[in-house]
């Protein structure tokens, strides 16, 4: 059975780019104004290339950044946000301090974050959560063993959207092409798309950022 499975990064964030969006928590920043519109764009380019939205799931890391873009896809088709800790941010220590889980927005507010974002967010029984710290072979290695767990437990869907971070997304697309890929494009909103039968993995959408570069 054919099935299509899509990667995206999330938008601009807000303590990387000047934003009128208020950060709560530290190492967990909103999108910013930009990276909003940035994340509708996203959300019909991966529409328009699916073409049939029924039986999607949408998994995402549990920071905020990863869940406004996420939502954009969730509104648009009446589909629930799912939490995967296995697919969040590079846990160093020069980022985050050793309780950040438990101090996301999503964990302190999930509620509030629904009813602003129009959205369920549902948590997930979660593959693994990120050891404190992690290198970036243990983490590329924690990436690979997510989706391999993930694809097998994801079988009864048509169509999964991963929205997650720079890393995350580079190394899942290392898994579709089977081998480590030369792509340095750190744009926000990266996205690929592929589809996945008997054969492999074959893309739809190769890796892109730019269109949305005018947002």
């Keep these: 059975m054919r099935k299509i499975f899509a990667v995206l990064r999330h938008g601009e964030r ?21 990276g909003l519109r940035q994340a509708e764009m996203a959300a019909n380019k991966i529409l328009d290339a699916i073409e ?19 939502s954009k896809i969730a509104l648009k088709t009446n589909t629930p946000i799912h939490i995967e800790e296995a697919f969040s ?4 220590d020069d980022y985050f301090g050793p309780n950040i889980f438990n101090e996301l927005n999503v964990r302190q507010r999930k509620e509030e974050l629904e009813k602003e974002l129009g959205v369920v967010i549902i948590e997930n029984n979660h593959i693994l959560r990120p050891q404190y710290t992690e290198t970036w072979r243990v983490a590329t290695r924690r990436v690979r063993t997510a989706w391999h ?15 997650s971070h720079q890393f995350v997304v580079d190394e899942i697309i ?31 959408q190769h890796p892109i950022t730019d269109y949305c570069l005018n947002a």
């Excluded at 000047?18 to 920043?29: A, K, T």
């Excluded at 941010?89 to 160093?92: C, I, T």
């Design 14 to 34: 807000a303590d990387c780019a000047e934003s009128q969006r208020e950060i709560l928590v530290e190492g967990d920043p909103p999108l910013t104004e930009k």
């Design 52 to 70: 049939n939205p029924e039986g999607l799931y949408l998994v995402c890391s549990p920071f905020l950044r990863c869940i406004e873009t996420a």
């Design 89 to 92: 941010e590079l846990m160093r």
């Design 149 to 163: 767990n993930f694809f097998e437990n994801a079988k009864e869907y048509n169509c999964v959207v991963v929205i």
């Design 174 to 204: 290392n898994i579709w092409k089977d081998h480590s890929s030369q792509n340095y494009d750190e744009g926000y909103c990266k996205l690929a798309i592929v589809s996945h039968d008997k054969h492999g993995y074959k893309f739809i």
